[in-house]
C-alpha cells in the first residue's frame, strides 16, 4: 500500500435510517463491522452517500463520534465537515479531531461563496487551524468552484492541506492533478481502474458500499502492478459503477446495498427510495457482480 495516509478503499459509508427516518445506530455499527471484515481501509463518516447535505450539525458529529469510535483504530477514518459558514467548518473539524478522526474532507465555499482562488485558500486555510489534515473536494459542476492544477500547488502550501478528492468525473482532469506530482484522490467511480493506472493516491469511494470484497480486491491487484487482475475485477464492476454515475447516485449505491446484502434502509427525504422502474436495470448490471463479491477474499 502506498505511504500516502489516505492510501487505498476510503469508503463514504451510507448512513442507515430506520422507519421514522431517524439514524438507526445498531445497523451502522453492524454495517461497519461488516465492512471492516471485507478489508477497507478507510472510512468517510458523514459523506455525501451518508446524506451528510441532509444531516443537522448535531447529527453529523453524533455520527462522526459513534462512527470513530466503533472504528476504533481498526482503519482510518475521515469526517466530512463541510458546511456553508466557515466558523463551523473549523467547528465540526475540532470535533473530528477530539472524535479520533485521521482527517477531514472538506467542500469548497459553496452557495455564492467566493470563486476566486484567493477566497478558496483564505477558506481552506481558516480550517488548517483546526489541526486535521485536510482532502479538499474537486466536485465543480455542484458547487462552481474548479481546483485546478495551479490551485491544488498553491492550497498544498497551506499547512495540514494533504490532497484533494477530485470527483469531476473528466479524467484529462484529474491526471492533470496528478501530474502535479501531489496526492490526488478519485472520487468518481467509473474511474477507478484507470484513475489508480494515472497515479492516483488514494480513493473515496461511494459504490463500493454495494460490493466492498471486490473493491479491496481490485485496489490491491493495483498496488501489487497486477493490471491484468484489475481488468478481470472491473469487468464485473464497470457496469453498475457507470449504471449509478449517471444519475440518482445515492439512491442507486442504496438501493444497490440493500440487492448485495449491504442495506441501510432508505435515503432520508428530500430524497425516496429509488424508483421501482429503475430496479430492473439496476439488478441486470448488479447480475455479475454477485459472484464475485461472494468469492472475493
Known sequence: MSAFTFSGVNLAITTPFDAQGKIDYARFESLIERYLAAGVHGFVLSSGTGMHVYLSKDESKELVAFGANVINGRARVIAQTSALLADEVVERTRHAKDCGADGVMVLPPFFEGPTDDQGIIDFYSSVSEAGLPIIGYNVPQAVG?????????????????????????????????????????????????????????????????????????????????????????????????????????????????????????????????????????????????????????
Open 145 to 297: 468552484v474548479e481546483v485546478t492544477p495551479d490551485l491544488f500547488k498553491q492550497l498544498s502550501e497551506i499547512p495540514n492541506f494533504v490532497s484533494v478528492k477530485d470527483s469531476s468525473g473528466d479524467l484529462a482532469a484529474q491526471a492533470s492533478l496528478v501530474r502535479t506530482g501531489l496526492p490526488t484522490m478519485n472520487g468518481a467511480d467509473p474511474l477507478v481502474p484507470y484513475a489508480l493506472f494515472a497515479g492516483a493516491a488514494g480513493l473515496i469511494w461511494g459504490g463500493a458500499n454495494m460490493a466492498p470484497k471486490a473493491c479491496v480486491a481490485l485496489v490491491n491487484a493495483a498496488h501489487a502492478r497486477q493490471w491484468d487482475e484489475v481488468q478481470q475485477i472491473w469487468k464485473a464492476l464497470a457496469p453498475v459503477m457507470s449504471l449509478i454515475w449517471r444519475g440518482d447516485y445515492v439512491q442507486s449505491v442504496y438501493a444497490g446495498a440493500e440487492i448485495m446484502g449491504y442495506g441501510a434502509g432508505n435515503p432520508r427525504r428530500p430524497l425516496a427510495r429509488l424508483a421501482e422502474n429503475k430496479l430492473p436495470a439496476l439488478r441486470e448490471a448488479l447480475a455479475g457482480l454477485r459472484e464475485l463479491e461472494a468469492s472475493a477474499n
